[in-house]
């Protein structure tokens, strides 16, 4: 039995993935972006890509003018999701910091806001590139940078707002990278702890209960 194309659709109903496919930009960027995460860049090639989805890989060029091209669409939309999704969760309102640094959680939570995955698979692709590296650079400067401008909005001064925002940012991407055992259940229930490590207060009962309901949308907990 041929295998079924492997497509990322919003609404495969509508868009059925079996038959007479015209692939989208959107579906060589998704299936590039699985191959980037789970097997590396060296292994993000056309032919492989077109072989994976099942379709001519003469298609690709509508939407792309090289190799090199898809790869500066995938740093793009990294850039897009997490560096712009960091920051502006960093920027929402809150009534105290322990709020605020909740919302920033939210990219822990929901992939929307934040794609685990493919920061570390920009992170691994950095070792190989100068360019890409520079470009990780300058996205992680931009997320402390609006860290600390937070830390800063609830009074901190700039030495101990910077602080407290690298050690929340760099915990944060060391506490994934490791992948610790741990339920969702009790990684929410320690989540009062973190936030008094982090900010030195007591989160307020109502921004517990308005977390955890945004993570019941999102972790089976």
Not at 18 to 31: A, C, E, H, P, S
Not at 71 to 92: F, H, I, P, S, Y
Not at 188 to 196: A, D, F, H, R, S
Request: aromatic letters at 10%.
């Amino acid at each position: 039995m041929a295998q079924k194309p492997v497509l990322h659709r919003d609404n495969p109903e509508a868009e059925p993935l079996i038959g007479n496919i015209k692939v989208t930009r959107n579906d060589w960027l998704n299936v590039a972006m699985d191959v980037l995460i789970s097997d590396g860049v060296e292994q993000v090639k056309v032919l492989a890509l077109a072989e994976r989805m099942q379709v001519s890989r003469s298609s690709f060029y509508w939407y792309f003018k090289s190799r090199q091209d898809l790869l500066d669409a995938l740093l793009k939309t990294w850039e897009q999701t997490n560096t712009a999704g960091m920051v502006r969760q960093a920027e929402a309102p809150a009534k105290t910091i322990t709020g605020a640094v909740l919302n920033v959680f939210h990219c822990i939570t929901n992939p929307n806001l934040f794609n685990t995955a493919l920061d570390f698979a920009v992170r691994d692709w950095s070792r190989r590139s100068g360019k890409v590296r520079s470009l990780l650079d300058r996205s992680d400067r931009r997320r402390v940078k609006a860290l600390t401008a937070m830390f800063a909005r609830y009074g901190y001064l700039e030495r101990e707002a910077m602080t407290r925002a690298k050690v929340l940012y760099y915990m944060q991407l060391g506490y994934d990278m490791a992948d610790p055992n741990e339920s969702h259940a009790h990684r929410l229930e320690v989540t009062p702890e973190y936030l008094k490590v982090f900010t030195g207060q007591e989160p307020l009962a109502e921004e517990m209960e308005a977390f955890t309901a945004f993570t019941r949308q999102h972790w089976d907990v």
